[in-house]
C-alpha cells in the first residue's frame, strides 16, 4: 500500500525512509521518489538496534528535506521514529492502522501501564489515525478513548490496480501449473491462519459437494500453520478436492483468479487477529469474480453486500456452504455481482483514489 502511495505522490514531493529488503536496488528503480534505505533489514527495525538506527536516520532526513508532514504506514515501529521527528523537528505525522494491531493494543494497555504510557505517547502525539475500514475506524476510537485521547480518525478503503487485475485474462497456463482442471473452483488468496477463515471452507465443503459434486477449493498462501491445513484436509477425507498451492507469485495472481469460478474469504475474528479490510477480495472483483465474504470485521468495506457479493457467517460452516451453494447454482447471479464488482473497482476501490484521499488528508495536517 505504502508503495502505491509513493508510485502517486508528485515526483520530488515525496522521501521514503524504510529498511533493506532481498532485490531493494532493483525495486527502488520504479519509484520517481528518493528511496533511503536504513542499512539494516527491514525485518529487524522493531529490534533497539533497527530503532536506534531509524530514529537517528530519520532525524537527518528531517534537518535534509525539512517535510511538512510524515506518513507512518504502521503503527509500530514506524511510529518511533515518527514520534521523534515531531517532537524534535516539529513535523505531524499520521499513522495508518488496520486493525489487528488495535486489538493487541488493547489487551496489552488493560493489563500493563507501562504499555498504557508508551501506546498514548505515540498515537496521542499523532495528527491524525487513518484507518483501512469502518471496522478499524471504531476500533481506534475505542482504543483512543481507553487511553482518554482526542485525535481524528479518517478512514480511507483499500484498493487494488484495476489495470493489472481485470477479466479475460489467459488462465490456461496458471491451470496447467496448479492442475486446476474441472471445476467449479472456489478460490481464497491469503496467509494461512486461522482468521482467513480457510478451515471454515474446508468444513463447509462435503455440504458444496453435495449439491455441486465436482466443486473444489484451491488456496494461495504460505504460512507456518501449512502442516495443520494440511492435517485437517486429510482428516476431512478431501484429499485433492482442496488445491494448498503455496506461494503465488504476482505475476500470476490475475490469471489465478481469471481460473476460478468463485472467490471465498470467509475471515472472521480469532483471538486478537482480524480482518481488516481484504485486499484479494477487491482483487477478485477486478478480475470480475463473485465474492463471498465473511460478515466480520473490514470485509463488508471491501464487499458490497447484494451488490458485488454477498456476505455470511464466517463462525458457521453451515453459512458458508449455503452462500457458496447459492451462488454456485446461479451461474447469472454470479456474472452480474463480479460486473459490479469490476466497476466498483474501476471506480472506487483502486490505489489512484487511495492515494488522492491520503495526499488531502496531508494536505490537510501538514506543518505549513
Known sequence: MMGELALRYPRNTLVVSTGAYDGSAASDARFPQPI??????????RTVQGLALWTWRAGALAKQWRPGFTWCGELKPAGYPARWVAARHGVPYGVIVYGTELLLIQDKIRRSRFKRGTAGSMLGKARVLVAISRWTADLARGVLGMLDLDVPVETVPLGTTPSQFRPGVDA????AKYGLDGGPWLLTVARLQWHKGIDAVMKALPAIRARHPTARYAVA???????????????????????????VPDTELPALYNAADLYVGASRRVELLAEGFGISLVEASACGL??????????????????TGILVDSDDPAAVAAGVNELLANPERRKQLGAAGRKAVETYYNWDRVANQLMEIDRRYRSR
Not at 36 to 45: E, G, K, Q
Not at 290 to 307: K, L, N, W
Open 36 to 45: 533511503d534505505r536504513i542499512r539494516i533489514r527491514a525485518t529487524r527495525l
Open 172 to 175: 490456461s497456463a496458471v491451470r
Open 221 to 247: 498462501g504460505t504460512g507456518e500453520l501449512l502442516p495443520q491445513f494440511e492435517q485437517l484436509r486429510d482428516g476431512l477425507g478431501l484429499g485433492e478436492t482442496v488445491r494448498l498451492l503455496g506461494a
Open 290 to 307: 463473485a465474492v463471498v465474504g465473511g460478515r466480520s470485521g473490514g470485509v463488508p468495506d471491501a464487499v458490497r453486500e447484494g451488490e
